[in-house]
Each structure stands twice: as C-alpha cells, then as structure tokens.
C-alpha cells in the first residue's frame, strides 16, 4: 500500500538540494511536490509512475477528503492515467473525517476489491 496523499508519499519524496542558498534549495524542494493546487501537475503522475512500477498494484483507491476540491478536479484525470497507462481500475471516494460514511464507503470498497 502506498498512500500518495498529502501525508503521504508525495510530503517526504525528493530531497534538498545541498548546493547553493539553502532557503531557495528549501523552497525549491517545496514547490516540486506535486500537490493537486500546482498546475500543470505532471510531477504527481510520474510520482503514480513509480509508485506503481515500485508497488505493482492490483488496483487504485483514489481518496479526496471533501476539503480538499482540487483532488476532485484531478480525479478523472487520475482515473484515465491509470487505467490507460497502467490497466489498473480506480475507486474515487470522497470522504471527511466524520464516521457517518463508514459503512458506506466499507461497502464500496469491498465491492471494489471483489473485482480486482
């Protein structure tokens, strides 16, 4: 499992550079995580690139917490990359922090999960 979110993969991948002023290298560092607000984002498909030669996925859960739109306008995109690069299925949830879908969402990730 690989968690590509923001507290995932993509806050700690890629290193500071150790040449020059370090507070550009910092915030150089800082603008190349490919975050869903950055566009264009094609850092985030080639960080999904890796993570999926690295991990070799049977299939994609595709999170957006409902704070967070961005995710959501990326979404279609993700799900196309992934299935016509990689031939892997995508489940896009949507979710908060509150357990109300619980159950909900447990459902459809079993659903998912019997296809693969």
């Not at 490919?34 to 049977?58: F, K, V």
Request: hydrophobic content about 40%.
């Amino acid at each position: 499992m690989a968690c590509e979110n923001c507290s995932g993969v993509k806050s700690f991948d890629g290193l500071v550079e150790e040449t020059g002023e370090p507070l550009a290298a910092i915030a150089r560092r800082y603008l190349r995580i490919p975050c869903s607000i950055m566009t264009p984002n094609a850092g985030r498909l080639d960080l999904l690139d890796r993570l999926t030669r690295e991990m070799r996925p049977h299939g994609v859960v595709d999170l957006t917490w409902q704070c967070c739109h961005t995710y959501n306008v990326e979404a279609p995109l993700i799900a196309a990359h992934m299935r016509d690069r990689h031939g892997l299925p995508t489940l896009h949830i949507e979710t908060d922090y509150a357990d109300a879908d619980t159950e909900q969402l447990r459902t459809r990730i079993e659903a998912f999960l019997e296809i693969l």
